[in-house]
């Protein structure tokens, strides 16, 4: 079997998955593994992982990385994208929640809650990559206020108070999204 990093043989014949992770994690400077391909099979370093996978069935096992800094950039560009849906997402949860549309808003809601749970886990993953302490500061600060405000929502979903929390999406929620616009717009400009 033969381990590649992008185009580059590293290793032959090393056979324990941890060997290999270990290996290519020695090779690699600045970069993170993006994707796996056993043969010709594209995989998550993910599933590589978690998996049992018989190593001694496969040719080939190439790891596809990428520079730290693209990654976070390629990943900012998207949530720059995303974000606005988000916004526009709580704007319909809060207008149907005020006209007694409940289901129909907190379907609407679970989802736009869902995505921002995806990009608050972006935002913590390229927080732990960055050395920059002011940005991590004001990050923390961010999510933070907006942990409490999502609490708040949350609990007048419990008691049922929809025109409470539709206020509370229209305006306290939808101003957080726009302040988590404004800081991916500043790592974006730093990166």
């Given at each position: ?79 720059e994208d995303y974000l606005p849906k988000l916004k526009n997402a709580l704007n319909n949860s809060a207008e149907l929640f005020k006209n007694g549309k409940e289901a129909d808003a907190s379907d609407l809601l679970d989802k ?80």
């Open positions: 079997m033969e381990i590649y990093i992008n185009e580059n043989v590293i290793a032959e014949a090393v056979t324990d998955k941890n060997d290999i992770l270990k290996l290519v994690e020695s090779k690699l400077e600045n970069e993170i593994v993006d994707t796996i391909h056993l043969d010709e099979v594209e995989v998550s370093l993910e599933y590589f992982q978690e998996n049992e996978l018989d190593l001694e069935r496969i040719d080939k096992i190439k790891f596809e990385s990428k520079k730290v800094e693209q990654l976070i950039t390629e990943t900012l560009k998207e949530a736009t809650l869902e995505g921002i749970q995806w990009y608050l886990e972006v935002i913590n993953g390229i927080m732990s990559l960055i050395d920059n302490e002011e940005l991590k500061d004001k990050s923390n600060k961010i999510l933070s206020d907006f942990t409490q405000a999502l609490n708040r929502a949350m609990v007048s979903l419990q008691n049922e108070n929809y025109d409470y929390l539709g206020d509370l999406l229209e305006v306290e929620m939808v101003e957080y999204i726009d302040k988590l616009s404004d800081f991916n717009q500043e790592l974006l400009e730093e990166y």
